[in-house]
């Protein structure tokens, strides 16, 4: 009865997370890495004619799809889709072969996916797809070939966000304190396969500065770092609406399971403190599968009667992501008749606010220039208000994409001049929108 009860519970939650995957409107990162693979297939390259702070990763997972399918929205969250899957059947097997209960560990992971952004195309997901590959392959290993496995799929990770770094040198670092030389070298030499393949093809492409600086430089530099109380507040309406299974995690963590399963809750602990950087819910995906697999522990341990109260909760709890679909679809359907409003128009090049980055991806114009966003990190070492300014003096034949409420843009210097030289020739309610020319 009990496993019936879970398997029923993951199976509804998995079908949420699709549903509310597939009717959500593409939103600013999404439409920015989707607009990156799409120039790239055209002859495009990150870095040079796209800025962007990320590791290029995403970029090239979407590059295929996008080769493929174009323009196709249904299609790259659909793989979405199979990636989230993957991961809770990875963070299953971990649970199994660690003699945790599997089947929780995967319905604890679609739970925390669905309220921590994981129905985005963004880095994430990708991310944790790979740390559980990884760990997976660490877990008793029969084959020596699985430490150079493990390693080029922490080499993967790290190619989609540069946080996954933290979990690659937890594991060196074990291998060094218990003198595992030739595992320490097979986990490198896999890292260090894909580090040399990703260098050889930033050099090849002459993007050697502009990747150090915006992957490495502007992050350190110009990347503004949230105040605590504003950072804590916009982040725990995602934490209170899963607390018990926080509180499991940390019933979870005795010294019994610590001392068995060090590397779990090493990928589940040690990467924390990087998410305290900004509010962004999706930051803390990362460690997701692992924080599942210690919740899952506790649970086990717990009466069976909290044990279907949990599960009870979870169900009850769905109410909030469900009650979104209706507007997203509303939202989403305005968004393809914009798309097909700017298709339709004459201008040859787009120029949106942060928010609308979608609609470089979705239309057929090209970007006005390779600052599909502008925030501090842009704005602040390159100055890209002022640059795209000059862009917009240049490029008479723009079509602008702009927040009908003044206070949600970033770059007011850019909107006061869109403002006093564009005229609106559309608006859009529900989305907030604004088309604006010459």
Request: aromatic share 16%; proline share 4%; charged share 15%.
């Given at each position: ?99 945790v209960n599997g089947n929780i560990a995967a319905v604890f992971t679609l739970f925390r996916m669905i309220f921590f952004e994981g129905n985005s195309i963004i880095a994430e997901p990708f991310v944790i797809l790979f740390l559980t590959i990884s760990l997976y392959l660490l877990l008793q290993p029969r084959f020596a070939i699985q430490y150079f496995l493990a390693g080029l799929c922490l080499g993967i990770s790290i190619l989609f966000k540069q946080t996954a770094v933290v979990n ?271």
């Open positions: 009865m009990k496993r019936k009860i879970t398997i029923v519970s993951f199976l509804f939650l998995f079908l949420i997370l699709s549903v509310i995957t597939i009717f959500k409107p593409l939103s600013q990162d999404e439409g920015v890495f989707l607009a990156i693979a799409k120039g790239i297939t055209s002859g495009g390259l990150p870095y040079r004619d796209f800025f962007d702070h990320k590791t290029p990763g995403i970029y090239f997972a979407l590059f295929g799809i996008v080769k493929l399918f174009g323009n196709s929205v249904l299609v790259p969250k659909t793989f979405l889709v199979f990636v989230n899957l993957a991961t809770v059947v990875f963070t299953f097997l971990i649970a199994k072969k660690i003699k690659l040198m937890v594991i060196l670092l074990l291998c060094l304190i218990t003198s595992k030389w030739s595992k320490l070298l097979m986990i490198l030499l896999g890292a260090g396969t894909i580090f040399a393949s990703v260098f050889l093809y930033i050099y090849l492409n002459g993007l050697v500065i502009p990747a150090y600086e915006q992957i490495i430089l502007y992050n350190i530099t110009s990347y503004p770092r949230e105040h605590l109380v504003l950072l804590l507040s916009n982040l725990w309406p995602a934490f209170v609406l899963i607390l018990p299974l926080w509180a499991l995690f940390i019933i979870g963590l005795n010294k019994r399971f610590i001392s068995n399963h060090l590397l779990v809750i090493a990928f589940a602990i040690l990467p924390i403190p990087l998410f305290f950087i900004r509010h962004y819910p999706h930051y803390w995906l990362q460690i997701i599968p692992f924080v599942a697999i210690v919740a899952a522990y506790a649970y086990n341990k717990i009466h069976l009667r909290y044990q279907y109260l949990i599960l009870a909760f979870i169900i009850l709890v769905m109410i909030f992501p469900v009650t979104q679909i209706r507007r997203n679809i509303i939202l989403l359907d305005e968004q393809f008749r914009i798309t097909k409003y700017l298709n339709s128009l004459q201008e040859d090049r787009i120029l949106t606010e942060n928010q609308f980055s979608s609609y470089y991806f979705l239309s057929d114009k090209k970007p006005l220039n390779k600052y599909l966003y502008i925030t501090e990190i842009d704005d602040w070492s390159e100055g890209a208000q002022n640059k795209t300014i000059s862009d917009l003096q240049i490029h008479l034949n723009t079509v602008i994409i702009w927040p009908k409420d003044s206070n949600f843009a970033y770059a007011k210097n850019l909107q006061s001049y869109i403002l006093d030289n564009y005229s609106i020739k559309k608006s859009y309610d529900q989305s907030g929108v604004l088309i604006l020319s010459k």
